[in-house]
């Protein structure tokens, strides 16, 4: 299956090597191509949530890298990353466009290296497959480097509300984005096929087939069932004054107000009739960043609104630790005995709540000091027993993290309630993403999602991925929601990593397959050059003869 054999002839790839003319489409149309991939995949996202656009991008991304040589792969990759990362990480761009521009072009660097690989693989039969763990392997790299890795615009997460959608019962996130790449590179490998040879074959039918098959697949996978229990969560959105970096850190005792004012309207709400009676209550992260451990006034605000309500609330706060660090932590608030259990964040955002590099971003950067002082990550799960049930706490930025949720379900979160900030990003591209993120979450644990934020969007996922409740952003907002709360687990949570490392490995071992046989082909190729250029001085007459008598003279 990936023998040397499977090698094709130079002959058959669209740039002959050595000959310094390409055979297939021009530098232009390449670029075009791939930067056409690029875009595609980036409409499959939110807002937009064209899902069906992202397989093509795919096709037009590895058409447009088929037969090219290593060095024009590498940029060609780069290029489509960039089509695709500039519009898909809009949402930087409050922080700075220079910070957005330094974002997408690191992260471009990981398509580049996966479109090197790519190339290789494709001289490989079979190799749709190969490049669709390729993919799984970028995906994966992305999550873990630089500075603790940034896996957000993952494939996956394009396919939030999806027939894709089902796979991530079967191997998480990192099978859903398989099974999108598979289907675009079948595509691809009908164009490539198409070109010279358009007639339509067995072959190309059963390709065809096989493309659309995945996504009918991911609506058969089945699903553990209800389990009868429920539980009603209030859900509170006190927004924030002012936009983008302008209100950080001016008036974070509105921000609290805010919040504890929309809990008192709830409670209100409920005493009239309005609203049934909440089990527990949710606020987002960061719905306090004055310590209400330190500030006593902070503390009484919290306190008088989680006595109104009468139920345990999920308070998302800033924490000092120490004199010079800080934690983000959400923090179970008893309408009796107070603060207690808490869950300190374990992702914690580069730049955001710890500066890598700290000396030298500091002094080069003055924007960099916003970060304050400097977030320390917890090292424990999400599973906080509030009232009566045990929710998975999941903080904002690590619902993008597999083994962050996974942990959390593990020890027996449910519903998982995932606080965020999205304060500085409201009304960019990023709010929907990550509303995507916990639809996936829901069906890929057989959890209920809820996800509270300052600024919107907050909402209520079901287990199937269904937002069945959301929230408009920059307004206050509250509401009581039932939601089930779910204990069995699905494959993907038994089985954890295991998928994504089995597809890592397999796009390894094809790499190294074709690379070890493009050397061997290059040494022939050396070779028989070699000994071609032999044979013509060999036949050049008379040459031998002279050569002996200028010896004798």
Request: charged content about 15%; proline content about 7%; some cysteine.
């Amino acid at each position: 299956m990936l023998s040397d054999a499977t090698v094709p002839d130079v002959a058959e790839t669209a740039e002959t090597p050595g000959s310094g003319h390409p055979a297939g489409p021009p530098a232009w149309a390449r670029a075009l191509t791939v930067i056409g991939g690029g875009i595609l995949t980036f409409l499959a996202f939110p807002p937009l949530g064209w899902w069906f656009t992202a397989p093509f991008g795919v096709a037009l991304l590895f058409f447009g890298l088929y037969g090219v040589r290593l060095r024009r792969a590498a940029w060609l990759g780069y290029l489509g990353g960039a089509a695709f990362l500039f519009p898909a990480m809009a949402w930087v761009r409050p922080i700075g466009d220079d910070a957005w521009v330094a974002l997408v072009a690191t992260e471009s660097a990981f398509w580049a290296v996966m479109a090197v690989a790519g190339t290789l693989v494709m001289r490989l039969r079979l190799w749709p497959l190969w490049v669709a763990c390729l993919w799984v392997a970028q995906e994966w790299a992305r999550g873990q480097f630089p500075v603790g890795g940034f896996p957000w615009a993952r494939l996956a997460f394009s396919q939030g509300d999806s027939p894709y959608t089902g796979h991530a019962a079967l191997g998480g996130a990192p099978l859903v984005t398989f099974t999108v790449v598979l289907s675009g590179s079948l595509i691809s490998f009908l164009l490539v096929r198409g070109l010279p040879r358009p007639a339509w074959d067995r072959q190309v039918a059963l390709i065809l087939a096989g493309a659309v098959a995945l996504p009918v697949l991911g609506l058969l996978v089945p699903r553990p069932g209800d389990e009868g229990k429920t539980i009603r969560v209030g859900v509170v959105q006190g927004n924030v004054p002012g936009r983008g970096l302008g209100w950080a850190g001016n008036e974070p005792a509105v921000v609290l107000k805010n919040h504890a004012d929309e809990t008192h309207r709830l409670a209100a709400a409920v005493r009239a009739g309005e609203l049934p009676k909440p089990d527990i209550v949710v606020w987002p992260e960061n719905s306090t960043d004055i310590d209400p451990y330190r500030n006593a006034a902070a503390y009484q605000t919290i306190d008088a609104a989680v006595k109104d309500v009468g139920v345990p609330v999920l308070v998302g706060a800033v924490v000092s630790i120490g004199t010079e660090n800080r934690a983000t932590r959400a923090v179970v608030w008893d309408p009796v005995t107070g603060p207690g259990a808490y869950y300190d964040k374990q992702k914690l955002v580069p730049f955001g709540e710890f500066t890598p590099y700290k000396e030298i971003v500091l002094a080069l950067f003055e924007r960099a000091n916003l970060v304050g002082r400097q977030s320390v990550p917890g090292s424990e799960d999400g599973d906080l027993v509030v009232g009566p049930v045990t929710v998975g706490a999941v903080s904002c930025y690590e619902v993008a993290f597999d083994q962050i949720v996974r942990g959390t379900v593990r020890a027996g979160g449910s519903p998982l309630v995932v606080q965020t900030n999205n304060a500085t990003y409201e009304l960019t591209n990023l709010p929907p993403q990550q509303l995507a993120m916990s639809q996936l979450r829901a069906v890929e644990h057989n959890r209920a999602v809820i996800a509270v934020a300052t600024t919107g969007i907050s909402a209520y996922v079901s287990p199937d991925g269904t937002v069945q409740w959301r929230t408009a952003e920059l307004v206050p907002g509250r509401t009581v929601v039932t939601v089930p709360v779910r204990t069995a687990n699905t494959l993907a949570t038994r089985v954890g990593g295991w998928p994504e490392l089995l597809l890592i490995l397999m796009g390894a071992a094809a790499t190294m397959v074709a690379t070890g046989a493009a050397w061997r082909q290059r040494e022939n190729a050396r070779r028989e050059n070699r000994r071609d250029g032999r044979a013509a001085r060999d036949d050049v007459p008379g040459e031998h003869s002279q050569g002996h008598s200028q010896g004798l003279d």
